[in-house]
């Protein structure tokens, strides 16, 4: 009987607990419903960005057939996808709103109350992405639209759910770096320095602007020991099928590792930053 | 006794720069350590139902006490207890029971009406939908916001904003509540409304509330008791009545005069001169005598343009303390 009552009580603090993220998410989405101008002028940089490397890579192949064994309709392939993937896949900034949080002492009002922050944050998050999801998915088609004629679009229904689970991963990814880069607001009264040099850094080193083999060796040597290539890069080979559904499967497992390692290093920063808090109350 | 404290202190680090350019550019390699005794060794308790005021002036450590007694600062010695456990583990079990309201900052969604924030706050502090309701209706009633509990937060006044502030905090019927400035630049009636409903709401729940603030006001007409702290030392803990007939037994006048203006001598027979300038001083009268006064140099033939009888300022009160403690 007793394990009984322990059972229905552990079911009960699930529910209450998945009641408190799911209410956050809706505020959250709910929030950004009165921020449709600025969610739409998102937007037009987006397709901004996309046109600027089509513009490029057209002019290239006008006198080279294949740049690093990539015909001109594979790069074109490969740059809308990788536009594609990186705007379903990006946190829009998250980590200034974490940063605020620390300088303006609203992270106050969260620690008070019986909730966690680090959850509260990736509920957030979330929230705040589905519109702008959803509009670069319009955009996607409108982009697919076109670029039709010169676009690659054929893949399996396996590859495909792989494809999705793998674009989930690196959501989580961009998220808890993200995050961890918000975090530094407990040292520092500035982030903006470090947010912009990682974000150009992990675009160009994820391979969203162009592929990662056209660098020198030495550099894709090293971009395997980092997270951002197998956030875009790997799932584009893989939609493009140049690498093999196993090779993709391989590249998924070691997403879930670093979610796994980016994980641990957040809640250790988050300790040591607490610990800040808590002893200068900044 | 609800809360406990022995013997808190608390010692913030910071870092010494000299002006300049060429003090910046050194700090990079050195900095020297400094540190600030915000808190000292203070000790108090609190028993159930109690409405304190902390008083003291700004830096004083009222905020740094408050913080740590809701677990967000980590004190650097001492002891305290809330409701018999200790603030800083900040186990959800007391977080369900205490409530922290700051007038500086706020936990309202900015962009979203009030009601969401307390349907968020219903779900995080896991209130039932019956207490839910019986509660929103309650204060809701107490504090007259029912028609803009569905208005964006940011387009409400302050006074509005400070109301709803208090409605999210206390959803969850908090047994300990911390007011840190919960006035703070509100006007005189927004104030006022404000003050009743604490008020009211402590002598009906019976929640036992710190309350911080620099307006005498709030403290007169709210605590019986209050604490003041001033360079993170207590100098006083007791009765409000008696605090003020011992520290500030008079009130003072402040008079304007027009046309030629007066001599001192003059006004000197009324009381003691404080101030003087040919046309304007302030008079400090024992506390029952200033009507009279008051009275008495309006019917005489000064050329008084304006009087007005005020208290002695808080901050008078609070350096006297402390300058006869010492």
Known sequence: MASRAKKIRKRRHLENQMKKYFRILSNEIQRQFSYRASIASYALGNI???LALAIIWTIVYKNI???GGYGANEMVSYIVFAWFFSFLTTTYAFERLVARDIHRGTLTNMLVKPQSYIRYLMTVATGRVVIAFLIVLVQGLVVYLFFRDRLIFE?????????VLMLIATYFINLFLSILIGFIAFWTVEINGTYYSLKVFSKFMS?????????PVFFVKISYFLPFVYTIYIPVQLYLGKISFVEGLKGFAIEILWLVGLYVIIKVVWRAGLKRYESVGI | MIIQVRNLSKTYEYYKKSPGLWASVKGLFHREKLFKKAVKEIS??????ELVGFLGPNG???????KMLSGILYPTSGEATVLGYMPWKRQSEYQKQFALVMGQKNQLWWDLPAMESFILNKEIYEVSDADFKENLDELVDLLDIKDILDVQVRKLSLGQRMKCELVAALLHKPKVLFLDEPTIGLDVVAQKNIRDFIKQYNQKNKTTIILTSHYMEDVKELCKRVIIIEEGEIGYDGDLASLIEKYAPYKVLKITFEGEGIKKEEIQKFGEVHQFTPHGITLRVPREKAKDTARDILSSDLPVDDILIDEVDISDVVRKIFSNGK
């Open chain 1, 207 to 215: 391979g969203t602007f162009f592929p990662i083999s056209l660098l």
């Open chain 1, 65 to 67: 057939d294949s740049v």
């Open chain 1, 48 to 50: 901004g960005e996309l």
């Open chain 2, 44 to 49: 108090f308790e609190i028993g159930e139902g």
């Open chain 1, 155 to 163: 893949v399996d229904f396996l590859t495909f759910i792989l494809l």
């Open chain 2, 60 to 66: 004083a450590g009222k905020t740094t006490t408050l």
